[in-house]
Nanobody, 123 residues
């Protein structure tokens, strides 16, 4: 069974940093783009970033450029999201996803989704 399991969320003060992880298991994600999304309370899920299989191509939401970095370690089947200068409005559940098409992933279409990890930023 394919699983994407996010971790690394928690409660952090504004201005702090977090690194989220998403571990994939159950199959190889060779050739898959991986991405991160967030969903704040009462809001729709929003795109944050995607990364190609090789890691050579990354794409970020304009609103998040400069504050987040997506990376992956294919040997560990894990993708990461570093978030810096956290703000209270970053409070959300963060999801990772896997999809063969990078463009589809940017608009929230994915073959696989994780269950999410909660990030809460206090002011």
């Amino acid at each position: 069974q394919v699983q994407l399991v996010e971790s690394g969320g928690g409660l952090v003060q504004a201005g702090g940093s977090l690194r989220l992880s998403c571990a994939a298991s159950g199959r190889t994600f060779s050739g898959y783009y991986m991405g991160w999304f967030r969903q704040a309370p009462g809001k729709e899920r929003e795109f944050d970033a995607t990364i190609s299989w090789s890691g050579g191509r990354t794409y970020y939401a304009d609103s998040m450029k400069g504050r987040i970095t997506i990376s992956r370690d294919n040997a560990k089947n894990t993708v990461y999201l570093q978030i810096n200068s956290l703000k209270p409005e970053d409070t959300a559940v963060y999801y990772c996803a896997a999809e063969r098409g990078g463009l589809r992933l940017r608009v929230g279409v994915a073959d696989y989704w994780g269950q999410g990890t909660q990030v809460t930023v206090s002011s």
